[in-house]
């Protein structure tokens, strides 16, 4: 393997309480919120079809406009509480807030630029009272932060002459700056979510990023970075030249999930979803495919099922209201995590062979193991095959746990669980399997007898 000054700095997964804390979240939410609400995917009357909060690179919207909107920036409907609210009745555990976007707003006052809230009708620091509404209610606040950013003249996607290596050597203090700013003002938070670090010019500042990614862990111990913000050595990003995972989790995962275990390498990771197929920002008129509670649950499902953790997005309005559509998806979700998220807490991969009924959860510190079923076969029989040795004298629902199962045995270590699927079911039921106390073993895994 490649000696790297700059690569991964850990094999394996992080194992302090911070990070156990992060990998047993579950559920989160993601906010992208700035200018870009304000045109919500329009601008002189013309429809914008890319993501909402990328309207400064169309064409329909002359840059010298865009950077006009701040002076509209006044959210009469701003709420932070009655958000953090909104998020703890759905179940999430940490949340997501862009600090800054690409286009290079702050919503925070920031003393190295005036691009930021306090120059705008509204003027108060919204990230503030966000931190302190989420750390209220419980939920942990995790900053998203651009290195790309638009607004400044020392930004560069290359560096090609001299004068583009002086301007980036400005924009990389600014960076710095801001960074250890957004630190100093919001110590609570729990990590950062970097983004906008695919250019050339950030890839060749290995040096830069590892000794800053170190500073900003000083200021705060066990602040969580994931694999989006280092370049290696070679410019390489989320793993490095060794393709070994670089920060403490991958990133990857933008609107798409894992299909095996196998595919997360066995890191910790979460998925970042958008309720329609490519929208962050608000955007006033969804087309294409707005994704339903139960899809959204599924894959909330499926990430914990392979050890990752799921981030729903949302995309409040320029008045700042949470709208309607997201509303109503934070309240399904809220209801059915309100009855089953004992299957979602704490838990994470099970090595059992997959079914197609659903998916498995595995509380890592009980032991319990929970099918989530999606799909009931139309005869009930959910079929499982389980290690050896592994005893199932007791099965039960989840919602009423004096309805308990025999599983028939088919075959050797191959049972079905013959659920009676008579009433009506249009949400995913969770069947608890309990282990017997002599098949955990200390690290609560299923031992082979
Ligand atoms: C070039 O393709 C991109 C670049 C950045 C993104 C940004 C989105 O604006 C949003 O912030 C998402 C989390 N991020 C990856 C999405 C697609």
Redesign the pocket.
């Known amino acids: 393997s490649l000696t790297l000054k700059h690569g991964a700095h850990r094999l394996g997964k992080r194992t302090d309480p911070m990070m156990e804390r992060w990998r047993n979240y579950g559920l989160g939410q993601f906010i992208?919120w700035g200018l870009y609400a304000i045109p919500g995917g329009h601008w002189n009357g013309a429809y914008y079809g890319g993501?909402a909060?990328?309207i400064r690179a169309w064409k329909g919207m002359p840059n010298e406009q865009y950077d006009n909107l701040y002076k509209e920036f006044d959210p009469a409907e701003f709420d932070p509480k009655a958000w953090a609210e909104q998020a703890k009745d759905m179940g999430a555990k940490y949340m997501i807030i862009t600090t800054k976007?690409?286009d290079g707003f702050c919503l925070w006052p920031s003393e190295f630029t005036d691009y930021d809230v306090t120059n705008t009708p509204y003027g108060n620091d919204i990230i503030g009272p966000l931190v302190e509404a989420y750390d209220a209610v419980g939920i942990d606040v995790y900053l998203y932060f651009s290195v790309m950013d638009w607004n400044h003249p020392g930004y560069r996607s290359k560096l090609e002459t001299i004068n583009d290596k002086e301007a980036y050597e400005e924009f990389k203090e600014f960076t710095r700056n801001q960074l250890l700013e957004l630190l100093e003002r919001y110590p609570t938070t729990k990590g950062l979510w970097f983004?906008?670090t695919w250019d050339a010019a950030w890839k060749e500042q290995a040096d830069f990023a590892d000794n800053l990614a170190t500073e900003m862990r000083e200021m705060i111990p066990g602040l969580i970075i994931g694999s989006r913000f280092r370049p290696d050595d070679y410019g390489n990003r989320h793993f490095d030249s060794n393709g070994d995972l670089m920060g403490d989790y991958e990133q990857g995962w933008?609107r798409k999930l894992p299909e095996t275990y196998e595919e997360t390498k066995g890191n910790d990771w979460d998925c970042?979803m958008t309720v329609p197929e490519n929208q962050?920002g608000y955007h006033s008129d969804w087309r294409g495919h707005v994704k339903t509670s139960y899809e959204l649950i599924e894959m909330l499902v499926k990430s914990v099922s392979l050890d990752g953790n799921f981030v729903m997005n949302f995309g409040p309005n320029g008045q700042g209201e949470i709208r309607q559509e997201e509303t109503q998806l934070a309240k399904e979700i809220g209801e059915w995590m309100d009855k089953n998220n004992e299957a979602i807490y704490g838990c994470g991969y099970l090595d059992w062979e997959k079914q197609d009924w659903g998916y498995y959860t595995k509380d890592r510190q009980t032991g319990k193991i929970y099918m989530i079923v999606f799909n009931r076969p139309l005869n009930g029989a959910l079929k499982i095959k389980t290690p050896d040795k592994v005893s199932l004298d007791k099965v039960y629902s989840l919602k009423d746990s004096s309805q308990s199962f025999v599983p028939e045995e088919i075959h050797k270590n191959e049972f079905f669980i013959h659920y009676p699927f008579s009433e009506h079911i249009d949400s995913p039921i969770v069947i608890v399997i309990e282990p017997s106390s002599n098949e955990i073993d200390q690290n609560n895994s299923y031992q082979k007898a």
Do not use: I, S, T
């Open positions: 992208h993501a909060e990328w976007h690409h983004d906008g933008e970042v962050w």
